[in-house]
């Protein structure tokens, strides 16, 4: 492969591969001034479909070639992502009803895959603005905490028109929520509801505290019932504070879905239907990742 010396103080962006008519960039990576680095081992193994959906393992790495050859492997060897119908700026009418609700789960996993491992799909933002004026019609709903570090756009790597996002302090469900979900699902035809929580979420911790301020008072009332599902004896050791916490708010997010389906009979239908899929998770914010709960919920809670 023929070598090319870069001279550049950072170089954001850096790689555009063209991979079954799906562009990928590489972004975010810096690199030293007058450093001349080798492109190899782009794609080293084959394309192969797996459930009508197209995946590679790339195996990405970058050499820099000043006087050593050490070498930065972005992506490992076993490292896959979805290529195929990643999600694009404009997702039809057409092309959302032919969508399950276990592709809409892939899409979310492989998009938070992308972000942990800052592999970002490249999109121009003002474009999608321009084809998203008419309408919209995002394959998944999410109802996720408020928290400024948990935006769900980016920690799945979607862009403008993919996803509906309802958020509140503590993910917890109310009336509006509920409405939100059922426009999203009967009327415009999402095919995914996520309830997704997350690790140190302030809302859960003043739950536990037994917090009380003006309106957050309710709200935070509505994270009670999860609370009784874990054991307070590991409060016994102050360590274990933030372990208690996360596991509230891993039972919070259960109790969440739980209420969607109690509390409405349309959301409730179009599981029992197939129809759609609703599913949890817990993201992690020292590490980017999100935990994904069952595959795909089907069936009503007892």
Same mark, same amino acid.
């Given at each position: 492969m023929k070598k090319h010396k870069l001279n550049l103080k950072k170089l954001s962006s850096i790689l555009l591969v063209t991979l079954t008519g799906i562009m990928i960039s590489a972004s975010?990576?810096?690199?030293?001034? @007058?450093?001349?680095i080798n492109l190899t081992s782009l794609l080293k193994k084959n394309i192969h479909p797996i459930d009508s959906v197209t995946t590679a393992s790339v195996d990405y790495k970058i050499n820099? $070639? @000043?006087?050593? %050859?050490? #070498?930065?492997?972005? $992506?490992?060897?076993? *490292?896959?992502?979805?290529?195929? !119908?990643?999600?694009?700026?404009?997702?039809?009418?057409? !092309?959302?009803?032919?969508?399950t609700p276990h592709q809409a789960l892939q899409y979310l996993k492989d998009g938070n895959f992308r972000f942990v491992n800052?592999?970002?799909?490249? &999109?121009?933002?003002?474009?999608?603005?321009? #084809?998203?004026?008419?309408?919209?019609?995002?394959?998944?709903?999410?109802?996720?905490?408020?928290? /400024? &570090?948990?935006s769900v756009e980016h920690i799945f790597d979607q862009g403008i028109g993919d996803i509906? *996002?309802?958020? !509140?302090?503590? @993910?917890?469900?109310? @009336?509006?929520?509920?409405? /939100?979900?059922?426009?999203?699902?009967?009327?415009?035809? *999402?095919?995914?509801?996520l309830v997704l929580g997350h690790s140190h979420c302030g809302a859960i911790k003043g739950a536990c505290k037994h917090y009380e301020l003006g309106h957050l008072t309710g709200l935070l009332h509505k994270i009670h019932p999860a609370m009784n599902k874990v054991d307070k004896n590991i409060l016994d050791n102050d360590n274990h %504070?933030?372990?208690?916490?996360?596991?509230?708010? %891993?039972?919070?997010?259960? %109790? *969440?879905?739980?209420?969607?389906? &109690?509390?409405?009979?349309?959301l409730k239908d179009l599981v029992d239907q197939g129809k759609i899929g609703i599913t949890g998770g817990f993201y992690d914010v020292k590490t980017g990742k999100v935990e994904f709960f069952d595959e795909i919920v089907y069936n009503s809670p007892k």
């Amino acid at each position: 492969m023929k070598k090319h010396k870069l001279n550049l103080k950072k170089l954001s962006s850096i790689l555009l591969v063209t991979l079954t008519g799906i562009m990928i960039s590489a972004s975010a990576v810096s690199y030293a001034k @007058n450093r001349t680095i080798n492109l190899t081992s782009l794609l080293k193994k084959n394309i192969h479909p797996i459930d009508s959906v197209t995946t590679a393992s790339v195996d990405y790495k970058i050499n820099y $070639l @000043n006087n050593t %050859h050490s #070498e930065i492997q972005i $992506l490992s060897d076993n *490292s896959q992502f979805t290529t195929n !119908n990643l999600p694009k700026s404009f997702i039809s009418r057409v !092309n959302l009803d032919d969508i399950t609700p276990h592709q809409a789960l892939q899409y979310l996993k492989d998009g938070n895959f992308r972000f942990v491992n800052n592999y970002k799909v490249n &999109r121009n933002l003002i474009q999608q603005v321009e #084809e998203t004026q008419a309408g919209q019609n995002p394959f998944a709903v999410t109802v996720s905490c408020m928290d /400024s &570090r948990t935006s769900v756009e980016h920690i799945f790597d979607q862009g403008i028109g993919d996803i509906f *996002s309802i958020r !509140n302090a503590g @993910n917890v469900i109310n @009336n509006d929520v509920l409405g /939100s979900l059922e426009y999203a699902c009967k009327v415009v035809g *999402s095919k995914l509801i996520l309830v997704l929580g997350h690790s140190h979420c302030g809302a859960i911790k003043g739950a536990c505290k037994h917090y009380e301020l003006g309106h957050l008072t309710g709200l935070l009332h509505k994270i009670h019932p999860a609370m009784n599902k874990v054991d307070k004896n590991i409060l016994d050791n102050d360590n274990h %504070h933030d372990d208690y916490v996360n596991k509230v708010g %891993h039972e919070n997010v259960i %109790h *969440s879905i739980d209420e969607i389906l &109690r509390r409405s009979p349309i959301l409730k239908d179009l599981v029992d239907q197939g129809k759609i899929g609703i599913t949890g998770g817990f993201y992690d914010v020292k590490t980017g990742k999100v935990e994904f709960f069952d595959e795909i919920v089907y069936n009503s809670p007892k």
